[in-house]
C-alpha cells in the first residue's frame, strides 16, 4: 500500500511539564491536529502492569515506578507517528531527558502554582506528590525545582487560562518553526 504523507512539523513529539499544567489533554488535542497516535506515558504504564500509578506509588514506591517509567520511555522513543504526554517527573530523569530530546522536539507546558493546585486537586487521591499538609507550598517549591529541568524542552508554551484549542494552536506555530529551524 502507498504511503500516504500529510504535511506535519515532526513525527514524534513530547509534552512535559509539572502535573496539572495540560499535558495529556493538550497532548490528545495535539495528536488529532497533527493527525498522530497519542499516549499518555502513565496510562501505557498502568496497562502494561495492570496496575494505577497511585498503587504503584502505594505499594511499589516512587523507585519502582521511576524504573518503569524509564523502560516505557525507552520502548517508545523507539516509535514513530506519535505525541507522548510525559508524566511530571519523567523529564528529570538524566536517561529519559536525553533520549526525548534527541527524539524529537519536546514541548514543555506552563502554568502558575494557583491553577496546578486547582487543577491537580480536582481528583482527589490521584496525585500522590501532593497528599502533604500544605499541597500549593509543595507545588511552588518542586516547581522550582524542576524549572531548570523542563526549560531544557525545545518549545515552550503558557496553559494558564487558556482554552486547549488556543495552546494547541500556538504549540502547531512553534513546531512550524521549529521543524522550518532544523531544515525541514
Known amino acids: 500500500m502507498p504511503r500516504l504523507e500529510v504535511p506535519r512539523p515532526a513525527t514524534f513529539v513530547s509534552l512535559t511539564g509539572f502535573m496539572g499544567v495540560g499535558k495529556s489533554r493538550i497532548g490528545r488535542e495535539l495528536s488529532r491536529a497533527l493527525m498522530l497516535h497519542f499516549i499518555d506515558l502513565d496510562r501505557y504504564i498502568e496497562r502494561q502492569t495492570g496496575i494505577s500509578i497511585p498503587d504503584i506509588f502505594r505499594h511499589l514506591g516512587e523507585e519502582a515506578f521511576r524504573r518503569m517509567e524509564k523502560e516505557a520511555v525507552r520502548e517508545l522513543v523507539k516509535k514513530d507517528y506519535l505525541v507522548l504526554s510525559l508524566g511530571g517527573g519523567t523529564f528529570l530523569d538524566p536517561e529519559n531527558r536525553k533520549a526525548l530530546l534527541s527524539r524529537g522536539p519536546v514541548v514543555a507546558l506552563w502554568a502558575s502554582p ?58 502547531l506555530a512553534k513546531l512550524w518553526a521549529y521543524a522550518k529551524s532544523r531544515g525541514r
Open 114 to 171: 494557583e491553577t496546578i493546585l486547582e487543577r491537580a486537586t480536582r481528583k482527589p487521591g490521584e496525585r500522590p506528590l501532593l497528599q502533604v499538609e500544605n499541597p500549593l507550598e509543595r507545588i511552588r517549591t518542586l516547581l522550582q525545582a524542576r524549572a531548570p529541568i523542563y526549560r531544557e524542552g525545545h518549545i515552550h508554551v503558557s496553559t494558564d487560562g487558556r482554552k486547549v484549542e488556543e495552546v494547541v494552536e500556538e504549540i
